[in-house]
């Protein structure tokens, strides 16, 4: 139990556009989901956290107006890279709390942006 | 401010042998020390976790030790395999259930396993 589904896995964009990159907990809800990026060998970075029915909460230096996050139902969040740039090249990934279940985090399986 | 402190930060150790990754953490308000387990290009998979309301669990290979005092938690895998080979990290949080916050993580220790 406890699957978070994260799609696409890996995306090539040009510079300029955006892309959306979707998180879905499959076998239960979740009112928190929380938004990471990656960089090779490094940690996990959170960016934001993400409340169903309300404004994501973003860290300290995320750009909120780059990085859009919804997350529209207990089921579901989304994080939306606009205008985005070669820097924005990164290993993005969700996790997510189940609301009834001691359970901690269970994460996606990543994005693989690529931004030429 | 780093929340949890992680080393080593990489670790090479011959196949059956043990290996030992050790986390420390300020905040005593903490309460949930998860370990996770990383393959390249994957997200990482919950391992193995513990609340300090006890000194050590341990599930099949994985033992986490956990010293309160201290504020100290490893990870030990027994005869370690070379697909055990991946990047760990430890993280602490607090609360349970619907109220557990978020996580802070360690900073990863890449363990390769030598067959």
């Known amino acids: 139990g406890a699957v978070v589904s994260q799609h696409p896995s890996r995306v090539i964009c040009k510079s300029g556009t955006s892309v959306k990159i979707e998180c879905r907990s499959l076998?239960?809800?979740?009112?928190?989901m929380f938004w990471y990026r990656q960089f090779p060998k490094q940690s996990l970075m959170l960016m934001a956290t993400?409340?169903?029915?309300?404004?994501?909460?973003?860290e300290q230096g995320v750009e909120k107006d780059k990085f859009l996050i919804n997350h529209a139902s207990l089921t579901l969040s989304t994080l939306t890279v606009t205008s985005a740039h070669p820097e924005d090249s990164s290993f993005y990934i969700c996790?997510?709390?189940?609301?009834?279940?001691?359970?901690?985090?269970?994460f996606g399986s990543g994005t693989r942006l690529t931004v030429v | 401010q780093q929340q949890v402190k992680q080393s080593p930060q990489s670790l090479i150790v011959q196949k059956g042998g043990i290996s030992i990754i050790n986390c420390a953490y300020e905040?005593?308000?903490?309460?949930?020390f998860p370990w996770y387990q990383q393959f390249p290009g994957k997200g990482p998979a919950l391992l193995i976790a513990?609340?300090?309301?006890?000194s050590e669990k341990k599930e099949g290979r994985f033992t986490i030790s956990f010293n309160k005092s201290a504020k100290q938690f490893s990870l030990h895998i027994m005869d370690s395999q070379p697909g055990d080979s991946a990047t760990y990290f430890c993280?602490?949080?607090?609360?349970?259930?619907?109220?557990?916050?978020?996580?802070?993580f360690g900073r990863g220790t890449q363990l390769t396993v030598w067959p």
């Open positions: 996790s997510a709390r189940p609301m009834d279940r001691d359970y901690g985090y269970t």
């Open positions: 076998d239960f809800q979740a009112t928190t």
């Open positions: 993400s409340n169903e029915g309300s404004k994501a909460t973003y």
């Open positions: 905040n005593t308000a903490f309460d949930y």
């Open positions: 513990i609340r300090p309301d006890v």
């Open positions: 993280a602490a949080s607090r609360g349970r259930g619907s109220t557990l916050g978020r996580l802070y």
